[in-house]
């Protein structure tokens, strides 16, 4: 099974801040990563998939990058309502793995 | 807009077996583009996929769960449905139903919570 290492498991940052976040893949996973935000109480949401496409309607200010096995989602300008829980999830031959999570929070 | 909609008993008795069924709206779920799943989230802990269909009835299940876990699909029903056999504590969570296309879950449900308690 394909292990997925995600850090940090929470941060705090101010507003306007650079965030990034990290995944780690114990094999090679080409550009098979996606990236999720979680609000408290909802479903997660797709922002990035495979490692660097963003999904219609998510704010340019969010980003992924990477392949193989080490991949990194950006927050270029933190904004209030990305307070949120942030996973990562690979996808080899059908089966999928998630990250751990990464809690964001403001300074 | 595609909708999915979990539906089942919030609370399961320990040994017996969680079911739930997903009703999808506004798609359908015979497409050849997408597979079918469910994840789960126990409460305050991280997701966890727990297997995916594709409308043809093949499944694709997490190892760690695969000998309690059946899913399958009704088609004319537009639905896709959960059993998890022998269920204990550690298997009380929100239970999420999505689609998959290609590789990422790109729509899902709002989530039902699941409780096993006697």
């Known amino acids: 099974d394909i292990q997925m290492t995600q850090s940090p498991s929470s941060l705090s940052a101010s507003v306007g801040d650079r965030v990034t976040i990290t995944c780690q893949a114990s094999q090679d996973i080409s550009n098979y990563l996606n990236w999720y935000q979680q609000k408290p109480g909802k479903a997660p949401k797709l922002l990035i998939y495979d490692a660097s496409n963003l999904e219609t309607g998510v704010p340019s200010r969010f980003s992924g990058s990477g392949s193989g096995t080490d991949f990194t989602f950006t927050i270029s300008s933190l904004q209030p309502e990305d307070i949120a829980t942030y996973y990562c999830q690979q996808y080899d031959n059908l089966l999928q793995t998630f990250g751990g999570g990464t809690k964001v929070e403001i300074k | 807009q595609l909708q999915l909609q979990e539906s089942g008993p919030g609370l399961v008795k320990p040994s017996e077996t969680l079911s739930l069924t997903c009703t999808v709206s506004g798609g359908s779920i015979s497409s050849s583009s997408y597979y079918w799943g469910w994840i789960r989230q126990p409460p305050g802990k991280g997701l966890e996929w727990i297997g995916s269909?594709?409308?043809?009835?093949?499944?694709y299940y997490n190892p760690s769960l695969k000998s309690r876990v059946t899913i399958s699909v009704d088609t004319s029903k537009n639905q896709f449905s959960l059993k998890l056999s022998s269920v204990t504590a550690a298997d009380t969570a929100v239970y999420y139903c999505?689609?998959?296309?290609?590789?990422?879950?790109?729509?899902w449900g709002q989530g039902t919570l699941v409780t096993v308690s006697s």
């Open positions: 999505a689609r998959l296309v290609v590789n990422h879950n790109d729509y």
């Open positions: 269909i594709y409308y043809s009835g093949s499944t």
